[in-house]
């Protein structure tokens, strides 16, 4: 009684008397309610929904510490499921990217002091938990200056204990089903947790996982795959010349392409390759081959310094604020943000970005080979979802498209969905594949790099239907989920 009292009190002092006070996992067991409940962020709409923001230490002994931000569901958030979502890079913030700019519930607006809802939020679907990892990304921190020389292997041990110690903080989910997402590098990130999961799970003799699914969006699989789709990709959409295309087929053996140095490339091939990227040009985001110039992007943040704004580019742009990345930072470099998030305990000594100049990451990670650590986490009965925005050429369809093929003769799955187009209020949403009922590939018309920022209808649809272990429908009579 007189912890229930005590809780009461202090919701009532920081004038959140309107909230129940429940026992249990939502409520106020082990104060974490009170200390990590974010009471309201600045310029913030009103909301019916939760969050929590907070540090949870990885390592005590070097004083390594991961940043997290966790939403909970509009509705129903004591019935849906806990969603992970990772950005990749390696060094790029989970917040700044996923939660703040993709498919979290706010947006920065044009003034870069407040916020706006995201009517298309995956929190509609499911809880949502991002994470800043590995430590020197975003607020995530070390005291042991070594720990930021990392990779792969380190970062998904400290996102396995991540994840049981925030458990201990939310014990409500530990029973919760479990869905990991991501994009980008999180195409290494998740299948590595999951792998990390597993294991685990087959040792733990008490509390064990429950995760149900794996979805990752324009993913790095294959290196060496996914880089000759990068040119593949520029030549097809007119962006390289026959020539060059013809140079680069001929001179560049893509299969012996790796990090760091390139080195098995040979002097006619790095020609070719810079030949292409020449032409291409400093005009063209290839993380979205049809969106605003990059001429736009410097106006853009010298008008939000100067004016406060970015409105003037933003109703250039087709859809999408193409403004929101200077947004995002100058709100997430606001000392009041910072204090409701509980954010920068340290006082780190520089400023928030979203990808950290800090980790020295082992770039020689990123030539591993993803497709086995699928094939496990399928035998593992658990399904994979692989999607691609098919106007991304960092990491293009054409490459995930025919690594996913290639993950499903390895498994020696069958086509059980042909491919076809899929639909999203009577208008094609993308294309689509299944293997085997466990397996299934996804293009997003339209969609850039990062998917729900690009397209945020279409990707909330296909999240959905992803949790929900359904196909996208196929015809345009289905009704729309999002």
Known sequence: MGQWWFCKIVLLCLGLGFFSVLSGGGGCVDGYLVEDLVVGLPGQPNVGFRQYAGYVDVDEESGRSLFYYFVEAEEHADSLPLTLWLNGGPGCSSI?????????????????????????SWNKASNLLFVESPAGVGWSYSNTTTDYSCGD????????????????????????VLFLTGESYAGHYIP???????????????????????????????????????YEFLWSHGMVSDEIGLAIMNECKFDDYVFPNHHNVSDSCNQALADANRMVSDYINVYDVTSALLSFYSRARASLAQNGTCFFVTKISVGI??????????????????????????KLPYYWSTCSN???????????????????????????????????????????RTLVRELAEHLNFN????????????????????????LRYATIRGAAHMVPYAQPSRALHLFSSFLRGIPLPNNTHSSSIA
């Open 96 to 120: 700044g990217g996923g939660a703040f700019t993709e498919l979290g519930p706010f947006y920065p607006t044009g003034d870069g002091r407040s916020l706006r809802r995201n009517s298309k």
């Open 192 to 230: 590595q947790l999951a792998n990390a999961i597993l294991n685990y799970n087959k040792q733990s003799k008490g509390f064990k996982f429950n995760i149900k699914g794996v979805a990752i969006g324009n993913p790095l699989l294959r290196l060496d795959r996914d880089v000759s789709a990068t």
């Open 321 to 346: 604020d193409v403004c929101m990345n200077f947004e995002r930072d100058f709100y997430f470099n606001l000392p009041e943000v910072q204090r409701a998030l509980h954010a920068n305990r340290t």
């Open 415 to 438: 086509v059980t969905l042909p491919y076809g187009a899929w639909f999203h209020k009577g208008q094609v949403g993308g294309w689509q594949t299944e293997y085997g009922k466990m």
């Open 358 to 400: 800090l980790l020295n990451y082992k770039e020689e990670d990123g030539d591993t080979d993803m497709l086995p650590l699928l094939k496990r986490i399928i035998q593992h009965d658990i399904p994979v979802w692989v999607y691609s925005g098919d106007q991304d050429s960092d990491v293009p369809l054409l490459g995930t």
């Open 153 to 176: 292997d380190g970062t998904a041990t400290d996102m396995l204990t991540f994840m049981l110690k925030w458990y201990e903080k939310f014990p409500d989910f530990k029973s919760r």
